[in-house]
């Protein structure tokens, strides 16, 4: 799906002030975490257990989830493949500015179809002042401990008939080819995970 531009004599506005100042004046560093995987797969609890971590040690940090999201910014979109895919690229777009702005993002989506991460990708590989660090890390979960969690009993209702398109289910979920980090919930504390991002980020220069 590409996005129609409508907007017109529309020009981008260059400010004073260049990332470089920007970072050294916060002392911080922008990226993205992109966090995706089947639904109950840890996504949400794993990238809010990093949020605490990040936060408490004085980082710039900011969650952004997929129900979250839905309920204000991305409201008006459904769950067709057309609409994951708008509400993907929205995601990516505010990943970016954030990530621009010092902070790190950290997105919590199931965001299952492989070309919409890369054009998020791609959005942070061409931004304005030169590319921004996206590190995709794939939530590794067996779709048989996903439906055992079901903790908003989707799966359930999915396996009835209650629920049509669902990722994993009756819709597909295509695993990255070459994520930054692979993280896998069922042989993995959360405590193991927040420190392998952890370790992620610091060998990216993100954190010192």
Sequence with gaps: MTTAVKA??????????????RFGALKSRGATLWFT?????????????????????????????????????????GFSAEDRAENIRRIGEVAKLFADAGVVALTSFISPYRK?????????????????????????TPIGVCEQRDP????????AGQIKGFTGIDDPYEAPENPELVLRPATMSVADSVAACLRLLESRGILG
């Design 8 to 21: 017109t004599n529309v020009h981008w506005h260059e400010g004073d002030l260049t990332r470089a100042e």
């Design 37 to 77: 995987g089947l639904s109950a797969s840890g996504k949400s609890t794993i990238a809010a257990a990093l949020e605490q971590v990040l936060v408490t040690r004085g980082v710039h940090c900011y969650r952004l989830d997929g129900d979250n999201i839905r309920m204000g910014l991305n409201k008006n979109l």
């Design 116 to 140: 919409d991460r890369d054009l998020c990708r791609d959005l942070h590989a061409k931004a304005t002042g030169g590319a921004l660090p996206f590190l995709e890390v794939f939530v590794d």
């Design 152 to 159: 908003k009993g989707l799966y359930k209702k999915a396996r």
